[in-house]
């Protein structure tokens, strides 16, 4: 499903700015879609117009703008996605994405914003790397040992990879996209508290999974009404009975049914005896 959104996504931004491009100059169509798409999509590293789009720290983590970075990132998410999958089940790994990206984006504006060497610098976070690298540390906090690639002398242990990946956003901090390196490792932290918090009791995945089962039974006539109980509406007050008794049709009990009206008369009888008297002379007991 994360795919799936990443890539309609991808999908229909790359549909309009070719509109863009057939409406424009190429440099003109890039400033115009920038203006338009991009800087109210993308985070931005000024603290101060992200107060104005607050929205941009969910929306920045399922925009991408260039095709191999699409790429890459689904082809990691698939990957660790589905180990991770394998380790909890399905309900997890959204939660994990956001808790992550949010992580990460909140790292962003940190870095841009209190570290008085980048503070007049300025840029936009944007993509899913950092809600990733939340799953692939949460998959490997759960299961440090899976292996991958098993094909290669046994497997590759999961920690390697996830190690190899932080050690690489930790030494390229200095470099060009140093915002970015640091949502990363903030979303990998992310990934671990998550799971940390959850060995500990609480699940941070639960109250988002029942928000997502609540809006998808919203408009679902099968969902009962709050605060309606099914016991009352189903039996106590429906007009018929939910089931008939039938007692047993014995021989003995047709004489005992016999002996009441000899001694009594027949307006004693109950309706379940006048029944099986009834049903008896049908029978021809």
Do not use: C
């Amino acid at each position: 499903m994360l795919i799936a959104i990443n890539l309609v996504v991808f999908v229909l931004f790359k549909f309009v700015y070719v509109i863009y491009f057939f409406g424009y100059e190429q440099d003109i169509a890039k400033a115009n879609y920038y203006s338009d798409f991009t800087r109210n999509i993308a985070l931005p590293s000024s603290f101060r117009e992200f107060v104005q789009k607050p929205w941009t720290i969910i929306s920045h983590m399922f925009y991408h703008e260039d095709i191999w970075h699409i790429i890459s990132n689904m082809l990691w998410l698939w990957g660790f996605g589905h180990i991770m999958q394998d380790l909890t089940g399905n309900r997890k790994i959204v939660p994990v994405f956001i808790y992550g990206g949010i992580a990460g984006g909140i790292a962003f504006l940190v870095f841009f914003n209190l570290i008085p060497e980048f503070r007049n610098h300025s840029g936009v976070a944007l993509g899913a790397s950092a809600g990733i690298m939340a799953i692939a540390v949460a998959a490997t906090t759960i299961s440090p040992g899976y292996r991958i690639f098993p094909m290669l002398n046994g497997g590759i242990p999961l920690w390697v990879l996830t190690a190899l990946f932080l050690v690489i956003d930790l030494a390229t901090i200095p470099g060009t996209n140093s915002g970015g390196h640091i949502a990363h490792l903030a979303g990998g932290l992310a990934g671990f508290l998550f799971i940390y918090t959850l060995r500990r009791g609480y699940d941070g995945s639960e109250w988002m999974n029942n928000f997502y089962d609540w809006f998808t039974n919203l408009f679902n006539p099968s969902k009962p009404a709050k605060n309606k109980n099914l016991k009352n509406e189903l039996f106590y007050r429906s007009k018929t009975q939910p089931f008939k008794k039938t007692p047993n049709l014995t021989q003995q009990k047709v004489d005992e049914i016999l002996d009441k009206i000899n001694q009594k008369g027949y307006h004693h009888l109950t309706e379940e005896e006048k029944d099986i008297l009834k049903r008896a002379s049908k029978e021809e007991l």
